[in-house]
Nanobody
Framework: VQLQASGGGLVQAGGSLRLSCVASGRAFSTYGMGWFRQSPGKEREFVAGISSSGGDTNYADSVKGRFTISRENAKKTVYLQMNSLKNEDTADYYC????????????WGQGTLVTVSS
């Protein structure tokens, strides 16, 4: 599966952005999906994940209550709605896919940069 992320940009603190990630291939509905982020000098970190059906989601503590992950299998797309953005949310955001039977993410898209200004 190939993944294409978009939606990053410059936003003021307290603002919102929605990231999208479109997948190629026929088996999107069999993949769990996730969003990760990496800022300069830091390791990549998990942000949010969603099961293949969309019925289960999980979040990093740092974004709980502010970010929402969702998916539309018919459109082969996963979203990350980001509200109440903070300076520390500034990072490159990556979407990733894993087979439903695996915990490891094996497929990665390119990053989309989110910059939060004061």
């Amino acid at each position: 599966v190939q993944l294409q992320a978009s939606g990053g940009g410059l936003v003021q603190a307290g603002g919102s952005l929605r990231l999208s990630c479109v997948a190629s291939g026929r088996a999107f509905s069999t993949y769990g999906m996730g969003w990760f982020r990496q800022s300069p000098g830091k390791e990549r970190e998990f942000v949010a994940g969603i099961s293949s059906s969309g019925g289960d989601t999980n979040y990093a503590d740092s974004v709980k209550g502010r970010f929402t992950i969702s998916r539309e299998n018919a459109k082969k797309t996963v979203y990350l709605q980001m509200n109440s953005l903070k300076n520390e949310d500034t990072a490159d955001y990556y979407c990733a896919a894993r087979l439903a039977s695996r915990r490891q993410y094996d497929y990665w898209g390119q990053g989309t940069l989110v910059t939060v200004s004061s």
